[in-house]
């Protein structure tokens, strides 16, 4: 399997790796280790901003390249219902394959599960993902 | 020069170790030379099958010096030795080439799940046109238990196939009590891929008992592209010695079983290499086991670590291990670089599949593709296993941290 420039970076860097903890922490997390992908992300606010974001992930390089992509990009940001960009656009800069795509969608899910918790604090409900449906192969 | 002297080990700048001597070795230097004397025009390059001058009876001689080395090397006689373009090739022919010989006698074939593919898919496309084939199951140390295929044995069976070493685990299967089984049936007739052990450890055709074996030039240090199969000339107490029904025709080469022009360098190459891989076998098996044992001791401080395989009765040149809380296809990324290895899955696309070899062992999806495969081979040495060990646990321990283990 080769691997892009980007994916390469970010799964052999992997800084947000690990969890945060204290007041204004939430945590979601999404797949099963047994089926092969996992995923965990922390949040931590203040106000409505997202002050830093942490993951864990058991998967693929493409999978741990994302999370700490998604890791990365959120902190500072304000806290939305959803990732910072959509799984197609974030397949497109990993060069996700068409058949990895669906752990996209764990990702996704991890990180929404995450801000769900984060959005009640704050008063907001999550209602759908943002991202168009895509092929799971 | 002995074969193990290190004079022949590859400059090794800037390359990452190589531990996949199971899938391929390098071309050992004297082989390359001997090969490369019967190409060009100051060479033997005369095609070995004109026997109307010399430049045929100098390329003739060669070929059937090469025949000799290599059945020497194996415990066969020069006549069983058939000229092939691998092991590949070598097992198709030794299936289909049985399988439609014996169709009237009977349509059952019996081999085992952890076959290489090169054995599977031919029976596969048996099972497609009419033949009904058994895959047993090894127990989980790997091994094929010649009880079990002396009762998947029916009346019609014509051919069991069973690999003497198995390429993912370096299982060493009993080939000998198995052909007892065989014999005993007196319709089955025994293959054996031996592409994994000739050259690599003790193969001694006639002693196996088995009718037909599969040999590997480029797993020896020799070069891709030949191979044989050895066809038994001995009846083993039947009416005739096993025969095969060809699978290509034109020009009626190799006694008709195998028709086109004889490559002289490869089968030059094949030759020599089986002829150095044997002066070398007893030390290069302690010296690997021993290395082997040092890599494993290395590894197994890591925690979570298992040893594919009943390590009693494997090669010493292989090591195969599970380890816990790490996705394969990310090992397999953190390592690469740095260290060539193959992993526990296949892929086949791009999303990897577990390894069916580990599997059958009772592996689950997760430790079957989390396992590497260690090939070691004649240009390891005990640097290279320190480097192993280093990156494995740096690669490991960092995908544990990465998953919360």
Known sequence: ????????????????????????????????????????????LNSNVIQAARFLAFGCPHTIAVSAWVAEQAAGQELRAGLPETVQQLSERFAVPVEKRGRLLIVEDAWIAALRGALTHCGATIECSPVAPISQG | MTATAPINRPAPINRPVYLDYAATTPVDPRVAAAMAQCLTAEGEF?????????????????????????????????????????????????????????????????????????????????????????????????????????????????????????????????????????????????????????????????HLGADLMSLSAHKAYGPKGVGALLVSRRARGRDAAVQLRALQFGGGQERGLRAGTVATHQVVGMGLAFELAQAALESESERLAALRERLWRGLAPLGGVMRNGDAEHSVPQLLNVSFEGVEGESLLAAVRGRLAVSAGSACTSALQEPSYVLRALGRDDVLSESSLRFGLGRFTREPDIDAAIAVVTQAVSRLRRLSGE
């Open chain 2, 46 to 206: 005369g095609n070995p099958a004109s026997a109307s001058h010399d430049y045929g009876d100098a390329a003739r001689v060669l070929v059937e010096t090469a025949r000799s080395q290599v059945a020497a090397s194996v415990g066969a006689l020069a006549q069983e030795v058939v000229w092939t373009s691998g092991a590949t090739e070598a097992n198709n022919l030794a299936i289909f080439g049985v399988a439609e010989y014996y169709r009237e006698s009977g349509r059952h074939i019996v081999t085992a799940r952890t076959e290489h593919k090169a054995v599977l898919d031919p029976c596969r496309e048996l099972e497609r046109r009419g033949w009904r084939v058994t895959y047993l199951a090894p127990d989980g140390g790997g091994l094929i238990h010649p009880d079990r295929v002396a009762a998947a044995l029916q009346a019609d069976t014509v051919l069991v196939s069973i690999m003497h070493v198995n390429n993912e685990t370096g299982i060493i299967q009993d080939i000998r009590r198995i052909a007892a089984v065989c014999a005993e049936h007196g319709g089955a007739w025994l293959h054996v891929d031996a592409a994994q052990s000739a050259g690599k450890r003790d193969v001694d055709f006639a």
């Open chain 1, 1 to 44: 399997m080769n691997y892009n420039e980007a994916t390469l970076r970010y799964f052999e860097t992997a800084l947000g790796a690990g969890v945060l903890s204290g007041p204004g922490t939430f945590r979601g997390a999404a797949g099963s280790r047994a089926q092969g992908t996992w995923v965990q992300f922390d949040v931590q």
